[in-house]
């Protein structure tokens, strides 16, 4: 059970002043280690076609443009991921578009490329990277069935999904109105399933799109209750929306930086007796990343020397030296993980193969 209430959530979500300072000195006492983690990967972005229309994405791209990326041919792929393998990367990022099989143009190039589906075709990438390369799989596409997530466990070291939000009232503002996938219940059950299968698991929140602090709050709740119940959640992602030129929502403010440190603090309270890991994109926060690191947050994510961040194509990772400086520089020390965390690492969670290519890894 959670450590905190729902009123000492918001209590630290409002707070002003001194009583800032104050909650942020409280997740140093939590802290077991100078550590702060980092994974080495490639981003892939395997479609770029997708049912969902969020209004703060640029991922997404229309059928009918030139330059979106309809379907990654498996030869493609893997000349990606060779390239990846001489950087030393250790995970395989992929991610798509949700239900982008429900376009003709995709379906027509499954077909073309011999799958009758869009997990069929996932599944076989995923063992592709096991079987030909060093690199292990994360696969982040939106929703999936039980049976779905059941066919992507046995070829993923983990697998992810952004809750974003546990309220359904933002499915009437421009972040959501035109995306069914995200659904709060729709998520909320893929990630529950995703714990029932003893898959390990990423989530998180996006802050800065229309919600109040009791929503950011329920959602942290949500996610905590799911890790109560399964165990299968390894980090939490706290993200900042960021505005891009093109988007719907280019105009749209930012959360504040006040914003970001009253929820990063909260998040690592919320978790603070237990092993989740509290995640904030660095290339999201240039200026501010090393502020975050004195909120209780441990991980910087999956950083790619390799490949932009397609999600967020304006804001550059940082270098792993450039990472390193300002992990050092806030007194910490910066470590490289896989995209499992080490307590999963065993028969509970993977199967033979899984165990066997990362004990090549390591």
Known sequence: MSNLTKEEILTILNAEDTDILKYMLETAKYRENNLITYSKNIF??????????CGYCNFKKNPDDSKAIILKTKDEVLADLKEAEKYGCKEALFTFGE?????????????????????????????????????LPHTNGGNFSYEDLKKLKEVNASLGLMLENSSSRLMELPAHN???????????????????????????????????????????????????????????II?????????????????????????????????????????????LNNDTAQ?????????????????????????????????????????FELSERLCIYEKYINSEWLNDYLLEKIANLS
């Open 291 to 331: 502020i975050f690191l004195l909120c209780g947050a441990d991980d910087w994510g999956g950083v790619s020397p390799v490949s932009p961040d397609y999600v967020n194509i304006t804001s550059p990772w940082p270098g792993i030296d450039e990472l390193e400086k300002l992990t050092e520089d806030a007194g």
């Open 99 to 135: 239900d982008a099989d429900e376009e003709e143009i995709v379906q027509l190039k499954l077909q073309e490329y011999g799958y009758e589906t869009m997990i069929d075709y996932i599944v076989d990438i995923c063992q592709m990277t096991l079987d030909e390369t060093t690199l």
């Open 44 to 53: 892939i972005p395997l479609t770029e076609i997708c049912r969902n229309d």
């Open 239 to 283: 993200q900042n929306f960021t505005p891009i030129p093109g988007i719907e929502m280019e105009n749209w403010p930012e959360p504040s930086l006040l914003d970001m440190i009253r929820t990063v603090t909260a998040g690592t309270l919320l978790f603070r007796d237990t092993d989740v890991s509290i995640q904030v994109p660095p290339n």
């Open 178 to 236: 035109k995306s069914p996938g995200k659904d709060p219940k729709l998520r909320l059950e893929t990630i529950s399933n995703a714990g029932k299968l003893k898959i390990p698991y990423t989530t998180g929140i996006l802050i800065g799109i229309g919600e109040t602090t009791e929503e950011i709050t329920e959602s942290l709740l949500a996610i905590r209750d799911l890790y109560d119940k399964y165990g299968h959640i390894q980090e939490v």
